[in-house]
């Protein structure tokens, strides 16, 4: 079979990743890169070694590329998918899927016409020790889950940030970079939806558009409950990224980025060894495989927009200081109102 001939939109950190991971991933091959700053694109092609495009339309024009890895700002996600769908691609998109569920509905519209195939990638349910975390709570030998704290903090790093990202209305900030990641691993490992969110996100760091600090109690559908909090400080502040998930007989504990795993044993965490897996390059073989009918998406993009209504929500719920209703339910087959 012949390899698969991949392009990547956006030539910044996460196009970055996605570029190693297709040199790791048997059965794909990069073909070229589409950045609107020119010299990126061209330091790109450089290290990766493909060809450079200041147009999207010349590369979905060419029939060597069979996919498109969108890396792109928020903002840009949803004319990149429905283009690339329309012009018979396969899309592998970076998360959050888009900056509203209008345009959720409209990319979903675009893939479900054109039958292409696209991933959302919420990755951090491709790491090891999330995998394991969410065995070992699903299987009962903690006893019930009771709730789960999710806490990242990190320097936000304004000065290697692009300007999209320090704005709000091009989709930046950490809520919707890293949030949708929170939301997602913890929603997983918890096994449900969320049914309700009441949020804080601000700014106190950087006085941005865009946040930098956010606090959210989250209510699942089936019943348990999560807090997300995460900081992007300026200059003072430790590092931690961990999920702490309470269950009735013991407590567990993980962080995707470290592997780090460990349960409760005796009132102290004992760690449990899990395989580092790069989750760049097994959400692309998933992709890949899907492509190729040997395996499924482990992400649906029903799930991708809940995600994002779930964003939106918390925004909502920080203006007004109310709690909000999700509507989409994605078990039920449902991704509008009360549909
Ligand atoms: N899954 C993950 O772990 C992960 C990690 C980082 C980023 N992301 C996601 O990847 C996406 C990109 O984030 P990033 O941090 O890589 O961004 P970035 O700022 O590092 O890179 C964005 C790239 O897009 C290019 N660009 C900007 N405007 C453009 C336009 N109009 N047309 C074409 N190119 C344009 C920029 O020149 C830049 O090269 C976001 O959706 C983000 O949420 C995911």
Same mark, same amino acid.
């Given at each position: 079979m012949n390899d698969l001939g991949v392009a990547i939109f956006g030539a910044g950190r996460a196009g970055n990743a996605h570029a190693r991971a297709i040199s790791q991933t048997a059965g794909a091959r990069l073909i070229a890169v589409f950045d609107a700053d020119a010299e990126r694109a061209a330091a790109f092609a450089e290290d990766h070694g493909c060809q450079a495009f200041t147009s999207s339309d010349e590369v979905l024009r060419r @029939? @060597?590329? =069979?996919l498109v890895m969108v890396a792109l700002p928020n903002f840009l996600h949803e004319r990149a998918t429905v283009d690339a769908a329309s012009a018979g691609k396969h899309i592998f998109l970076e998360k959050?899927? !888009? @900056?509203t569920v209008e345009e959720c509905d409209r990319m979903l519209d675009a893939v479900g016409r054109a039958g292409v195939q696209l991933l959302v !990638?919420? /990755? *951090?349910?491709? %790491?090891g020790s999330t995998i394991r975390a969410r065995e070992i709570v699903q299987g009962g030998e903690l006893g019930q889950p009771v709730f789960a704290t999710d806490t990242w903090y990190k320097n936000f790093g304004l000065e290697g940030r692009l300007p999209w990202f320090l704005d709000r209305a091009t989709g930046g900030g950490m809520w919707l970079m890293n949030g949708a990641h929170m939301l997602d691993r913890t929603c997983w490992v918890l096994d449900s939806e969320v049914a309700s969110i009441r949020a804080w996100i601000g700014?106190? %760091?950087? *006085?941005? /558009? =865009? @946040?930098d600090a956010n606090l959210a109690f989250v209510q699942l559908r089936n019943g348990l409950h999560a807090s997300i909090v995460h900081a992007g400080y300026r200059s003072r502040g430790v590092e931690k990224c961990e999920v702490e998930i309470t269950c009735t007989d013991g407590m567990l504990i993980f962080d995707s980025y470290s592997n780090r795993l460990a349960i409760e044993r005796d009132g102290a965490y004992s760690p449990i060894e899990v395989q580092r897996v790069d989750p760049f390059t097994e959400e692309l073989k998933n992709l890949v495989g899907a492509i190729n009918g040997t395996e499924t998406l482990r992400v649906s993009a029903a799930w991708g927009r809940h995600i994002v209504e779930v964003l939106l929500a918390a925004e909502e719920s920080s203006r007004t200081g109310s709690e909000v209703t999700i509507k989409s339910n994605v078990r039920a087959g449902a991704r509008a109102l009360g549909g």
């Open positions: @029939d @060597d590329v =069979a959050p899927m !888009a @900056d !990638a919420h /990755s *951090q349910r491709y %790491f700014s106190p %760091f950087h *006085q941005l /558009s =865009a @946040d």
